[in-house]
Nanobody, 114 residues
Framework: QVHVVESGGGLVQAGGSLRLSCIAS????????MGWHRQTPGNQRELVAS???????DYSESVKGRFTISRDIAKSTIYLEMNNLTVEDTGVYYC????????WGQGTQVTVSS
């Protein structure tokens, strides 16, 4: 079982950047497919960035070209670099297996002001 703790969110102006971090404990050394999921007000949780066990990266159309997912297996940490943020990126960001198989963490709030 993998447990995660997200951090790095905050308040930023449109056009700004943030870097989210997720420290995973448990079987992370096995390199499961992990991703960042975003929940915006009134909407279901959406997978916006993912990385497969072999390191393949995928992004939703809404963040492609602006967000970058990466990982440091030695530190059991997953990152999400977010650039050129827009108001529509506001939400709570969670890291989890790409299919949400692990217990959900608290998430980290990202608020983008216009």
């Amino acid at each position: 079982q993998v447990h995660v703790v997200e951090s790095g969110g905050g308040l930023v102006q449109a056009g700004g950047s943030l870097r989210l971090s997720c420290i995973a404990s448990g079987r992370f050394s096995d390199g499961p497919a992990m991703g960042w999921h975003r929940q915006t007000p009134g909407n279901q949780r959406e997978l916006v960035a993912s990385m497969s066990r072999l390191g393949r990266k995928d992004y939703s159309e809404s963040v492609k070209g602006r967000f970058t997912i990466s990982r440091d297996i030695a530190k059991s940490t997953i990152y999400l670099e977010m650039n050129n943020l827009t108001v529509e990126d506001t939400g709570v960001y969670y890291c989890n297996h790409t299919e949400g198989l692990f217990p959900w963490g608290q998430g980290t709030q990202v608020t983008v002001s216009s």
